[in-house]
């Protein structure tokens, strides 16, 4: 019979019902932890006209220096979330594998909340001491590690190989979604009440991990599911498939749990440390961008700060059609590598080109924004996502799924390093000239494509072994064919 077996179907409209639940509830959960980090970049502008409207005496006397040197005070805010999110993201995958991942994810998302919250009612509770905000960024830093790790490591679970890159592209674009919504939200009381940027987005996420809690299935075999197919052969699958259909009229053995991974056994994963390398510069160049294009667009184009602000989000556009291009493209390839490097290759030209052309109409910048921001973000959504889900989940491991929120920690951590030093060097660079700026970002590009070139060589050779076998099977069956 043609008809799939009746055993099955439940089993396989079930799967997908959870697999549709884990892709929607993920999404809005790590669009949470960026609708809460937007907040500061928003409010900045009225952070230090509400210190200073206070008077020659606050209550706090280090708040008589922030008329001379708040910009600097404001970069320390940046800087202490985001190295604190770069010294966390190591140890947090560590504890993502031994920890059940719905509490983690919750407990990191409730807390979370808690520290965005308690940053807003700074403003209600008339505190003036910068340390209190810098403890509050550092303390956010570190529990929203909890983040990244568990999200993918979730969606590894419930996804195989086959279509992982097409589906982590479309999934990814959480991270400009919560950038959106989290400037929308800020921007309601950021003249009225600034302190309600902060507290409205930490209810928000605080409630998203309760609904976490309750609703997020970690693996499939929790719900009686088959676990989606990584890296095993055809008589393997059939073996699991039969074993499905078994499970329903036999009781549950109880079955080993594999130990989970150590952080030296996931830097031996063949790829973790390239990727993770890779990523770095790859972070570096997107962050960059973040952070400083707003002020490049009004300095060199001539914008106001309101149009400025608008342009930017042009780069955020083509990052979310770049990760869906480099998901479909190396699913039909099978080159991760090879599709970031190929992406990086052409970034490097475009961004030499923006810097010299992209200013000349608003045509021009619109274009060139969107395809600087699809080449730059495409290989660093392609790395954090599918990258990482199939390390994680690599042959080596021989069916060990206890290594995916430590491969994805390791890479977005060292990436995170990137996130931290490329808006720090942009400042330091940027009075000499913007061209040099962006000579160091060609350069990042350039570093990010050779420290792949291992890998990429790796998949041009099994490329060239495939075609091979092929001709060599045509051949065989031709042969075959005329000596019948």
């Not at 799939?4 to 959960?29: D, E």
């Not at 599911?225 to 890296?231: F, I």
């Not at 030296?264 to 790859?282: D, H, K, N, Q, Y």
Request: proline share 5%; aromatic share 10%; hydrophobic share 45%.
């Amino acid at each position: 019979s043609l008809s799939p077996s009746p055993s099955l179907t439940p089993s396989l409209t079930l799967s997908c019902r959870y697999r549709g639940l884990t892709l929607v509830l993920t999404f809005l959960c790590y669009t949470s932890y960026h609708l809460s980090r937007k907040p500061i970049s928003i409010v900045k502008s009225q952070l230090h006209p509400n210190c200073t409207a206070l008077g020659p005496n606050p209550r706090n006397n280090s708040n008589s220096r922030n008329g001379d040197n708040y910009k600097e005070l404001f970069g320390a805010l940046d800087n202490a979330f985001l190295v604190a999110y770069a010294i966390g993201m190591f140890i947090s995958g560590i504890f993502g594998e031994r920890l059940p991942l719905r509490y983690y994810l919750s407990g990191g998302m409730v807390v979370s909340g808690l520290f965005t919250a308690l940053f807003g009612l700074g403003y209600f509770w008339n505190i003036h001491v910068l340390w209190y905000f810098i403890i509050m960024q550092v303390c956010n830093g570190l529990v929203q590690t909890t983040g990244w790790p568990s999200v993918v490591a979730c969606i590894g679970n419930w996804f195989g190989k086959g279509k992982r890159g097409l589906i982590m592209g479309i999934w990814n674009s959480h991270t400009s979604v919560g950038n959106i919504l989290g400037s929308l939200i800020a921007g309601v009381w950021v003249s009225s009440a600034w302190g309600l940027s902060f507290i409205v987005p930490g209810i928000v996420i605080a409630a998203m991990g309760i609904i976490c809690f309750f609703f997020l299935v970690e693996y499939p075999e929790d719900v009686g599911c088959s676990p989606p197919l990584h890296h095993v052969s055809r008589i393997d699958s059939q073996r699991a498939c039969q074993s499905s259909v078994d499970r329903s009229d036999s009781p549950k053995e109880p079955v080993e749990e594999p130990k989970a991974i150590s952080f030296l056994g996931a830097l031996r994963i063949p790829g973790v440390v390239e990727f993770s390398l890779c990523l770095l510069f790859a972070k570096l160049v997107s962050y960059t961008f973040l952070y400083w294009l707003p002020l490049y667009i009004v300095n060199v184009a001539h914008f106001g700060a309101k149009e400025a602000g608008d342009l930017s989000t042009l780069f955020d556009v083509g990052g979310i059609l770049g990760g869906i291009f480099a998901g479909l493209i190396s699913d039909y390839t099978g080159g991760r590598a090879t599709t970031c490097c190929v992406m990086l290759v052409v970034a490097a030209p475009v961004l030499f080109l923006y810097n010299h052309v992209g200013q000349n109409g608003i045509g021009t910048s619109i274009a060139m924004l969107i395809v600087c921001g699809a080449l730059v973000n495409g290989p660093y959504a392609l790395i954090t996502t599918a990258v990482s889900a199939d390390l994680g989940t690599h042959e080596s491991l021989k069916g060990n799924a206890k290594a995916l929120s430590t491969v994805t920690a390791i890479i977005d951590g060292t990436g995170s390093i990137g996130a931290a030093l490329g808006p720090l060097l942009a400042g330091l660079i940027s009075p000499t000239g913007w061209n040099n700026v962006f000579y160091m970002l060609i350069a990042a590009d350039v570093l990010a494509c050779l420290l792949l070139a291992r890998v990429v060589v790796k998949e041009v050779r099994g490329w060239c072994g495939c075609i091979a076998r092929k001709r060599g099977s045509s051949v065989q069956l031709t042969e075959s064919v005329l000596d019948g």
